[in-house]
């Protein structure tokens, strides 16, 4: 992860190639993937979610995991993503095959990834 821009009440933000391929940790600090690429919301000029590869080995059997950003917390500290969730519940949530991402209009996917995860996105 890239050094934050920003400081105190400053806007802080990251480049979105900074976290592509990020690890994430829960907040046990137990390692539940990295992160793939991340969703816009274009008519809201926000992130909608992150896309989370957890799962499988050398990433064969792994499943993307559609992740709300608000759902996330930055761990400046360790450079980190830290996700608020066990390696059980993850592998519960809403997810997708690598070679069959959900449609960006599929409003049933995004409302269960958003209830999944209790309402934390920003989008």
Avoid at 20 to 46: F, P, Q, R, W, Y
């Amino acid at each position: 992860m890239a050094e934050i821009i920003g400081s105190g009440n400053q806007t802080r933000v990251l480049t979105a190639h900074s976290i592509i391929g990020d690890d994430v940790v829960n907040t046990a600090g137990e390692h539940v993937g990295d992160i793939k690429d991340l969703m816009i919301d274009v008519t809201k000029g926000s992130i909608a979610y992150a896309v989370l590869d957890f799962g499988g080995f050398l990433g064969i059997g792994s499943k993307y995991f559609a992740v709300p950003w608000g759902s996330f917390t930055v761990d400046e500290d360790n450079k980190r993503l830290v996700l608020n969730v066990s390696k059980e519940r993850l592998e519960r949530s809403p997810g997708f095959d690598k070679d069959n991402w959900p449609m960006s209009n599929d409003a049933a996917f995004y409302a269960s990834v958003n209830q999944y995860y209790g309402g934390g996105t920003s989008a």
